[in-house]
C-alpha cells in the first residue's frame, strides 16, 4: 500500500520523489521513510574486502592443543564445546549473564558512567614474536537469546619492554550478526608484536533492553595468525598499492574532479579513461599528471573538464574502481542515509530491530521537580545524552528541510519530523528559571521501572549563558522554519525570547567562563567564538522578530569577535591572516579537538550582512568574511592533493595560556608543554613562532576530526556564497570528498554510503546505516593521518554530532 501510494504520489508531482538509486528507493519503502532501520550492506564493507585478501601463510593460534593457554576473568564460565563448531573440533564457549541486580558505580565526577561488569577470557601468548603475521582471523557465533545487539571486544597486548616502536596494546570492538557464525579479522599492521603477551576476548554487561535474555553466549572458533598480501595501510599519506582513491559517492558536475593513483606502473604521462558503466564505453580520456606537494610526490587523475552527468568508473592501466556518480544530486542518497542514523540513535522511542523505549527512568531534578531525560538522541556509541548536541542536530535538520521542502517534499518531510523530536526534547528538558536538564554519561540500560534499583537522577542541570543564546537561536530559526503548527510557533517565539533573556542576564551576572563540565563539549568554547554566538542568537531574534534591540545586541557583541582576528599577515612568505584568537589577549588561536563550532565566526557576520545591509559596519563585517576565507584558501596547500582542511595556525607557545589550555585539553599528561611543542614542530613552520598543523595537537581519548573539518567546511560555504567565489565553494566540497573516500585509505567515513566503508564503534546500538564516527586523528606527537581497522573510542566511535556536522555541510550543496 505504501509503495502505491508513493508511485502514485511521485507521478502527481516530481518534489515527491525520493532518490535516484532504485535500491535506496526501495528500502526507504521497505522502512516506511525510516521508520525503521535501513537493511544493512555489508557487500561494499571494508571488511568484506578484507576477506577477499590472499593469505600467504597460516598458523593456528596454539600448535600444540587449540585450547590450552586460555583463562577465564570477570563474570561467567569458560568452557570448551563441540556444540556449535566451524572447524569440526571443540571451540570455546564464553558465557556470562546480562545483568548482575546491582547497581552501576561510576566515578564521583561522572557517577553513572559504568557498566555491570565484564566478561573476559585471555590467551597467554608467552612472549611469542608474530612480526611473520600480519592478521589475526577467528569466527564467532553469538547464541544470545533476544540480544538485537551483539558485539565482542578483542584486545591485543605486547611486551611493553620492547623497545621498538609502534602500538603496544589496543582494543577492537567487532560488530556481529546474532545467531549466525560470523568470519572475523584485526589487522595487526599497527601492533608492535615481537613480544606478544596476550590477546582477550571481552565483553561488558550493559543491563537488558525490553527483548534481552538472561544470558549471552559467544562460541569462538578457529583462531588463527595470518599473512596476507598487500595489507591496508594504517597511517600515512600515500594510499595502498594499486589503489584509486576518489570520491566514492560521486562528484559534483561543475566542481573539480581528481583521484590519488598509486597502480603499478603508472607515472607521469600515463594514460587514463573515465567509462560509462551503461555502456561500458570510454567517454573521457586523460594522462596522469604527477604533484609534489608539502605531503610528498603523488600521481593524479583529473577529469574536471568531463560536465555530462552519468554513472563512470575510472581505470588506470588493469585497476578500476567500482561505479560512481556524476551529477547535480550526488549527496541525496547520504542525506537519507544519515538521517537514518540520526533516527536509530533515538532515546525514548522504541527503534525496530535496535531497543525498546529506553530510560524513561533517567531523570533530572530542579528545585523539586523531576523531568524524564529520555528523548532526542543517544549522542554517540554510547548511551550518553547532552541537550546541546540535540540542539545542534536539530538545527542542522531544520536546515536541511529548509532547502529541500520546495526540491524533494517527501524527504523535507522526514526531515522536518525528525527536527521536530529533537526540538521536543529542548523543550522539554526546560525548567522555568533558565535552568535545563543538560547532560548525563551513560553506558546501560535501564529497567524502565521507576523506583527500582536502577533509577537514576544524576542527570547535570545548568544555567549556562552560551547554551541558552544557542538554545534561542536555535528556538527561533525553528519558528521562522516549521509552517505546519501555528501554536508551537507561537510558542517558540516566546521561548527563544525568554531564552535569550535568560543567557543574557546570566552573562551580564557572570561574564564569559562559566564551564564547569568537562564532559560537556561545550567546555573548550573560547571567548571569542562566545561573543559570536551571543551576535549570531541576536542576529536570529532580529530576523524573527524585527525588534531593534536584537539588531543592536548583535552589532555590539561582534565587536568583540572582531577585535580577537589576525589583521596583520604573519608568516616569512606564506603572509596568513584571518584566523581568530581566543581572546583580546591574542595568546592561543581557536583550535578543536573534538567538537567544533568554527562555522559560529561566520554565520554571525553573514547573518549581520543579511539582517543589517545598510548599518555602518557593514564592510568591517564584510572585510572580516574575506579575511578568514583567505585564511581558509591559504590553508588548502599544506594538504594537497587531498582536501581535508587543516586545523589551522599554532603559536609555539600557546600552553603558557593555562586557562585556554586546559579547558581545550582534557586530562593533559604532567609534560603536555614538552608535548604540546613536539606536536607543533612536526606541522610545517611558516615563521619564528607560528606553525600550520593538519591535525589539531591533543593528548587525551577525545580526538578525531570530522566535526573539526566539516565545521570548517560550513565556513567556507559560507563564505563562498556571501562572496559568490567557486574556490571556497570547492573548499566545502572537498571535505565531503574526503568523508567519503577521498582520503590516504579509501575509505568512505559514512557507513553504507559509497564504498569501502569500515565498522565503526557503536557499542551500544549497532551497526547503522549513516553512522558518522568522531573522524581520523593522528598517532602520538605526529601531523599525519592515522586511521587503522583497530575500532575503539573516541575517534572510531559514532556520534550525532558529527552526522549532524555532515547534514549542515551537504545541505549548502543541493
Known amino acids: 500500500m505504501l509503495s502505491a501510494i508513493l508511485f502514485l504520489c511521485r507521478t502527481a508531482d516530481a518534489q515527491l520523489r525520493l532518490t535516484p538509486d532504485a535500491e535506496l528507493e526501495k528500502a526507504l519503502i521497505g522502512t516506511g521513510l525510516i521508520h525503521s532501520p535501513l537493511p544493512l ?19 593456528p593460534l596454539s600448535k600444540k592443543n587449540r585450547i590450552d593457554g586460555w583463562t577465564r576473568e570477570g563474570f561467567g564460565a569458560m568452557t570448551f564445546s563441540a556444540e556449535k563448531s566451524v572447524s569440526g573440533q571443540e571451540c570455546i564457549k564464553m558465557t556470562f549473564p546480562t545483568s548482575t541486580g546491582k547497581r552501576i558505580q561510576g566515578p564521583p565526577s561522572d557517577p553513572d558512567y559504568a557498566t555491570y561488569g565484564n566478561s573476559r577470557i585471555r ?20 547464541d544470545c537469546d533476544g540480544a538485537r545487539v551483539v558485539n565482542l571486544n578483542l584486545s591485543f597486548e605486547n611486551d611493553e619492554a620492547s ?54 553466549v559467544f562460541y569462538i572458533d578457529n583462531i588463527e595468525l595470518q599473512q596476507i598480501e598487500d595489507p591496508e595501510p594504517v597511517s600515512g599519506w600515500n594510499p595502498g598499492k594499486n589503489k584509486i582513491v576518489y570520491s566514492t559517492s560521486g562528484y559534483l558536475t561543475n566542481s573539480l574532479k581528481s583521484a590519488v593513483v598509486t597502480v603499478d606502473g603508472c607515472r607521469e604521462g600515463t594514460p587514463f579513461s573515465l567509462i560509462e558503466t551503461a555502456t561500458n564505453v570510454p567517454v573521457y580520456s586523460g594522462m596522469i599528471t604527477a604533484a609534489a ?46 538521517l537514518n542514523f540520526i533516527f536509530c540513535q533515538r532515546c525514548g522511542y522504541p527503534v525496530p530491530g535496535i531497543h525498546g523505549t529506553c530510560h524513561t527512568d533517567l531523570c533530572s531534578v530542579h528545585n523539586g521537580e523531576m523531568i524524564s531525560y529520555a528523548g532526542g538522541w543517544h549522542d554517540a556509541g554510547d548511551l550518553s545524552q547532552q541537550t546541546l548536541q540535540t540542539g545542534d542536530v536539530t538545527f542542522a535538520l531544520l536546515e536541511a528541510y529548509s532547502k529541500l521542502k520546495d526540491k524533494n517534499g517527501l524527504l523535507a518531510a522526514r526531515l522536518l519530523e ?16 533558565g535552568y535545563r536538564a543538560s547532560s548525563v554519561g551513560l553506558l546501560v540500560w535501564l529497567d524502565g521501572v521507576f523506583n527500582s534499583f536502577d533509577d537514576i537522577s544524576t542527570v547535570r542541570v545548568q544555567n549556562l549563558a552560551f547554551d541558552n543564546f544557542l538554545y534561542a537561536a536555535y ?82 557583541y561582534i565587536n568583540y569577535t572582531l ?46 550582512c543579511e539582517t543589517q545591509p545598510e548599518h ?10 574575506r579575511l578568514y576565507a583567505a585564511y581558509l584558501k591559504g590553508l588548502m596547500k599544506y594538504v594537497a592533493p587531498y582536501g581535508m582542511l587543516p586545523s589551522g595556525v599554532y603559536h609555539i607557545n600557546e600552553y603558557r595560556d593555562s586557562v585556554s589550555f586546559y579547558h581545550l585539553h582534557l586530562w593533559p599528561p604532567p609534560h603536555a608543554d614538552e608535548l604540546y611543542i613536539e606536536q607543533v614542530k612536526n606541522g610545517v613552520q611558516i615563521d619564528g613562532e607560528h606553525y600550520v598543523r593538519r591535525f589539531p595537537v591533543w593528548f587525551s581519548i577525545f580526538n578525531g576530526n570530522t566535526a573539526i573539518h566539516l565545521s570548517a567546511g560550513k565556513a567556507a560555504a559560507i563564505c563562498g556564497k556571501f562572496l559568490k567565489d567557486d574556490e571556497l565553494l570547492q573548499i566545502g566540497l572537498e571535505q565531503m570528498y574526503w568523508m567519503v573516500g577521498k582520503n590516504p585509505f579509501g575509505q568512505s567515513l559514512i557507513f553504507g554510503e559509497g564504498y569501502n566503508y569500515p565498522q565503526m564503534d557503536s557499542f551500544s546500538s549497532g551497526e547503522i546505516v549513516g553512522q558518522t564516527p568522531v573522524g581520523v586523528r593522528s598517532l602520538d606527537n605526529e601531523d599525519i593521518p592515522y586511521w587503522p581497522q583497530t575500532n575503539n573510542a573516541c575517534y572510531k566511535e559514532v556520534w550525532v554530532t558529527s552526522a549532524g556536522k555532515w547534514l549542515t555541510l551537504a545541505i549548502e550543496y543541493e
Open 475 to 556: 528556538e527561533a530559526y525553528a519558528a521562522m522554519t516549521i509552517d505546519r503548527d501555528p501554536r508551537l510557533q507561537e510558542y517558540l517565539v516566546r521561548i527563544a525570547k525568554e531564552d535569550f533573556e535568560f543567557a543574557l542576564q546570566r552573562h551580564k551576572d557572570v561574564g564569559f567562563g562559566e564551564f564547569i563540565h568537562f564532559y560537556e563539549h561545550s567546555y573548550n568554547t573560547s571567548e571569542s567564538q562566545y561573543m559570536a554566538t551571543i551576535s549570531w542568537a541576536a542576529g536570529m531574534l532580529y530576523k524573527l522578530t524585527k525588534e531593534t534591540r536584537y539588531a543592536e545586541l548583535a552589532v555590539h
Open 616 to 625: 555602518p559596519n557593514y564592510q568591517k563585517w564584510t572585510e572580516s568574511i
Open 163 to 216: 623497545v621498538k616502536p609502534g602500538v603496544q596494546s589496543a582494543s577492537h570492538l567487532i560488530n556481529l550478526v546474532n545467531k549466525q557464525w560470523n568470519s572475523c579479522f584485526l589487522s595487526l599492521d599497527e601492533f608492535q608484536r615481537d613480544k606478544v603477551k596476550q590477546i582477550a576476548f571481552s565483553c561488558s554487561i550493559k543491563g537488558k533492553d525490553r527483548t534481552t535474555g538472561d544470558e549471552s
Open 123 to 142: 590467551f597467554d601468548a608467552g612472549g611469542a614474536n608474530w612480526e611473520t603475521y600480519n592478521r589475526i582471523a577467528f569466527y564467532v557465533y553469538p
Open 293 to 338: 606537494t608539502t605531503l610528498g610526490h603523488f600521481y593524479l587523475a583529473d577529469f574536471t573538464s568531463c560536465h555530462t552527468a552519468g554513472v563512470y568508473k575510472l581505470k588506470v592501466n588493469d585497476v578500476e574502481t567500482p561505479p560512481f556518480p556524476i551529477g547535480d544530486n550526488i549527496w541525496e542518497n547520504s542525506l537519507w542515509r544519515t
Open 41 to 59: 550492506d555489508y557487500s561494499k564493507s571494508f571488511e568484506t574486502n578484507g576477506l577477499q585478501k590472499k593469505i600467504i601463510r597460516r598458523e
Open 418 to 433: 525528525e527536527a521536530e523530536w529533537g526540538l521536543e526534547f529542548i523543550l522539554r528538558n526546560r525548567y522555568a528559571d
Open 563 to 608: 577585535d580577537c582576528q589576525r589583521k596583520e599577515p604573519l608568516g616569512d612568505t606564506d603572509k596568513m591572516a584571518g584566523f581568530f584568537y581566543r581572546d583580546k589577549s591574542r595568546r592561543s588561536v581557536v583550535h578543536y579537538i573534538h567538537q567544533s563550532r568554527e562555522q559560529t565566526y561566520m554565520q554571525a557576520l553573514s547573518l549581520l
